[in-house]
């Protein structure tokens, strides 16, 4: 059945068709009706497990603890409660535990612009923690796409065996469309990792082996368990290699956007070539290589100071155009105005 939904509570309603069934958060701006939404369904399915925290780093450990307990559960956050969570993320990736991290980006850093739009914590979801790690990364920009990814990054969870973060902003958790969500099909994959005290599994941030035994001085353990880690990262990610190519494919100028900036420039397609990463890690390399072929000009339009365009000309290994859209003012008048300058010539 067809119905407004809201962003938010498209993520909020993928949890739950993922089989979440343990939320707990802080409230803040732009994410909060998440953790609202999560507040009702619990009143109303005593099933469905809710905890309102002191603050984001107990609600960060609170999830891994439920999952860590057998349920599939997540967080939702923004801003500086992203980064507090951080700590939270590496312990999960050290100690394999599957949950998912919301994060419905505004302007930063600290407290910024709590209520406007941003693309600001891309790096953050790479390397907010220590350590070497590899994360699983989606963005989507639309209701829909909030919906199917949220049931993806649950997927990607257990099927990896580590957090998921999937990235939002205000612009797109805010967003109102017209949908159908029981007419989207997605697989649900079951749970991965046997609940505590059912096998040998280690629960410890300590470096481990096989067994689940503390190895902390063994570099010979840690390079095994590092590569069978970052293999099976990779495999997850091959199988989720998201992506949309359109546009005049016939232009000389490759855009490179996501989330809600894909969005705002989506009316640029009769003009340029367009290209939008939905995983945003692992980075799409093979792909990004094979659509960049033939375009004299690489141009990455985000809502941040040059955080994917950096790691775009890495992986191309050749100059990007950038095209910062900032202070949350996302537009595409701004976007034109930028292309124009960068590029020496009007953008229509």
Known sequence: MKRLVEGNEAVFLGALKAGATFFAGY?????????????????????????????????????IGASLAGAKSFTATSGP??????EAIGYAHQAEVPTVFVNV???GPATGMPTMPAQQDILQTKYGSSGDYYPLVFYPNSVEE???YAITAFNAAEESMSPVI??????????NEVVDLDAIE???????????????RSFSGLAHDEEGNPRTADAEVYRKWLSKVKARHEEVAARYSDFKFKGNTSSDTLIISYGIVSRVIAPLDSE?????PIRIFPMLGPELQHYAQGY???????????????????ELKREVIQVPLLGGRISLGLAKKGLSEKLGREVH
């Open 27 to 63: 409230p803040i701006t732009p994410s909060s009706e998440i953790l609202a939404l999560a507040a009702e369904h619990a009143a109303r399915d005593h099933g469905f497990k809710f905890i309102q925290s002191e603050d984001e780093i107990a609600a960060a450990n609170a999830i």
């Open 186 to 200: 997605v697989k649900v994959v079951p749970r991965s990792r046997p609940p505590l005290g059912t096998g040998k």
């Open 105 to 107: 980006q505004r302007v």
């Open 272 to 276: 340029f070539a367009l290209f939008r």
């Open 146 to 148: 909030c919906y199917r």
């Open 81 to 86: 409660g992203f980064s507090l969570v951080q």
């Open 166 to 175: 999937l990235l939002s902003d205000a612009f797109i958790g805010h967003l």
């Open 296 to 314: 004299k000009k690489i141009v990455v339009i985000e809502a941040n100071d040059g955080q994917y365009g950096c790691l775009v000309e890495r």
